[in-house]
């Protein structure tokens, strides 16, 4: 496997199920980022996370629980959703360096949400 | 704050015209990094060029180039003989760079969608 790889790219829930998504990068970076990408509107940044911890939560609705367990690994938990979070969601990672730059950030394929 | 205007919504060529698809951004900071991602059908967000604020110069590869200009603010994206390949959404983002702090945020135009027909 290469770059940035989500699991699964489709996924159809309940609003009362819990559900997870994967997301794994083989690029040895030490930053990810969940992003949301809704129709018609520009990307959303949900979460990042550098170096296994959690910088920036973009006021996040509570029902969305990410989780970082090692640089390589991230995870969207997901419970009691609504309609409105149908969304491509999209995994990203780069490579955090110094202070005074910035880094590209590869994306991943995206999962497909449905919530009924 | 940042901002990146993507005014063309959609755009349709025949196959082998040349495109143009324009890109405006707003910052106050006198560092930052311009990007563009090409969004196939398939949904993966895929790089195609980062450039530094302080490095005007054009570039080119293959039947792409782009064009920053910072007295207009802009970075425009040029598909030379397009291919129905190229179809897909084109999205132009901005990033600050890091002072001290973390900055990991990329501030996304709203995309641009191509459609090249044969």
């Known amino acids: 496997e290469t770059g940035v790889t989500q699991t699964p790219r489709h996924l159809v829930m309940g609003m009362t199920n819990k559900k997870s998504l994967k997301c794994e990068q083989h690029?040895?970076?030490?930053?990810m980022y969940w992003y949301k990408q809704s129709a018609k509107k520009p990307l959303e940044l949900m979460f990042v996370?550098?170096?296994?911890?959690?910088?920036e939560n973009n006021s996040v609705p509570s029902r969305f629980s990410p989780e970082c367990p090692n640089s390589s690994h991230l995870f969207l938990h997901l419970h009691t959703l609504q309609p409105e979070d149908s969304a491509l969601y999209l995994c990203?990672?780069?490579?955090?360096?110094?202070?005074?730059?910035?880094?590209?950030?590869?994306f991943g394929p995206g999962t497909r949400l449905t919530v009924l | 704050a940042q901002k990146v205007t993507q005014a063309q919504t959609e755009i349709s060529v025949v196959e082998k015209e040349d495109v143009t698809l324009d890109c405006v951004y707003e910052?106050?900071?006198?560092?930052?990094?311009l990007f563009w991602y090409k969004q196939p059908p398939s949904g993966e967000l895929v790089f195609l060029i980062r450039?530094?604020?302080?490095?005007?110069q054009n570039e080119i590869s293959g039947r792409y180039s782009w064009n920053f200009q910072k007295s207009t603010s802009s970075f425009n994206f040029t598909i030379t003989a397009s291919q129905v390949v190229d179809s897909a959404v084109y999205f132009c983002?901005?990033?600050?760079?890091?002072?001290?702090?973390?900055?990991?945020?990329?501030?996304f135009g709203k995309g641009t969608l191509l459609t090249v027909n044969p």
């Open positions: 996370y550098s170096l296994e911890e959690r910088v």
């Open positions: 990203a990672s780069s490579q955090d360096k110094l202070a005074g730059s910035t880094d590209t950030q590869y």
């Open positions: 690029l040895g970076h030490n930053a």
């Open positions: 910052t106050r900071d006198t560092t930052y990094y």
């Open positions: 450039r530094n604020s302080f490095d005007e």
């Open positions: 983002a901005l990033s600050e760079a890091r002072s001290g702090g973390s900055n990991y945020k990329l501030t």
